[in-house]
């Protein structure tokens, strides 16, 4: 059975800095592009980042580029993103998500999930 878990959400104040995990299990990292997306009350899902299939080239939407920092540690099947210099706007629940192959940057938000994702809050 597939299983992604995401975990490491908190409350930070603007500048502080999160590491989310997510814990995979039920596939080979190998085939497959993982992705972060959140999703902000009343707003839709944004894809955040992926590290992807099959040559773990990695994305970073705009938003947060230059702050944030996806890896994997296929010893551990798990997936990182290390959030730093985090805003208010950057409060919102976090997903992690799979996808067999390759993934196209506009499709991450529709990436597949399990879980409920990690909350994220960043007060100003």
């Known amino acids: 059975e597939v299983q992604l878990q995401a975990s490491g959400g908190g409350l930070v104040q603007a500048g502080g800095s999160l590491r989310l995990s997510c814990a995979v299990s039920?596939?080979?990292?190998?085939?497959?592009?993982i992705g972060w997306f959140r999703q902000a009350p009343g707003k839709e899902r944004e894809g955040v980042s992926c590290?992807?299939?099959?040559?773990?080239?990695?994305y970073y939407a705009d938003s947060v580029k230059g702050r944030f920092t996806i890896s994997s540690d296929n010893a551990k099947n798990t997936v990182y993103l290390q959030m730093n210099s985090l805003k208010p706007e950057d409060t919102a629940v976090y997903y992690c998500?799979?996808?067999?192959?390759?993934?196209?940057?506009?499709?991450?938000?529709?990436?597949?999930?399990r879980g409920k994702g990690t909350l994220v809050t960043v007060s100003s």
């Open positions: 039920g596939f080979t990292f190998d085939d497959y592009s």
């Open positions: 998500a799979s996808q067999r192959g390759a993934v196209a940057p506009l499709l991450i938000p529709f990436m597949d999930y």
């Open positions: 590290v992807r299939d099959p040559d773990g080239s990695t």
